[in-house]
Nanobody, 125 residues
Framework: QEELVESGGSLVQPGASLRLSCVAP????????LAWFRQAPGKEREFVAA????????YYGDSVKGRFTVSRDSARNAVHLQMNSLKPEDTALYYC??????????????????WGQGTQVTVSS
C-alpha cells in the first residue's frame, strides 16, 4: 500500500516557525505532484501549498502566501512545508497529498490520489 508519512507537527506560540515533512515512496515522489492541505475542527479541508513534479512550480493558498514555503527534497523523497510567522488561525491537522492535477485543479482535494494520516499543528499562547 502506498503511504505518505507526515511529521513535524507541534504546539507552538504565535509568531513561531515550524517545518513539516512528508516522506513518500519513490514511485509517488518521482511521478506525482505533492501538496499540503489542512483541516480545522468544523471546517472543510483547505489547500495550503503544492509543488508540481515535472516543473517544480509552486502554488500557495491566499492565507499562507508569503509565510509558508513548500519544497521538494529529492535526497529524502520528501516534501517540506516551512511555516513562518504562525498565527492561531493556522491551527489545524495538516495533510500531505500526492496527485497529478492540472494547473486549474491544483487546489482541489479531488485532484489528489494519495493522502497521509495528518500531523497536528497548534498555535496558541
Amino acid at each position: 500500500q502506498e503511504e505518505l508519512v507526515e511529521s513535524g507537527g507541534s504546539l507552538v506560540q504565535p509568531g513561531a516557525s515550524l517545518r513539516l515533512s512528508c516522506v513518500a515512496p519513490g514511485r509517488i515522489f518521482n511521478g506525482y505532484g505533492l501538496a499540503w492541505f489542512r483541516q480545522a475542527p468544523g471546517k472543510e479541508r483547505e489547500f495550503v501549498a503544492a509543488v508540481r513534479y515535472h516543473n517544480g512550480m509552486t502554488y500557495y493558498g491566499d492565507s499562507v502566501k508569503g509565510r509558508f514555503t513548500v519544497s521538494r527534497d529529492s535526497a529524502r523523497n520528501a516534501v517540506h512545508l516551512q511555516m513562518n510567522s504562525l498565527k492561531p488561525e493556522d491551527t489545524a491537522l495538516y495533510y500531505c497529498a500526492a496527485g497529478r492535477p492540472i494547473t486549474s485543479t491544483v487546489r482541489s482535494t479531488n485532484s489528489y490520489t494519495f493522502w497521509g494520516q495528518g500531523t497536528q499543528v497548534t498555535v496558541s499562547s
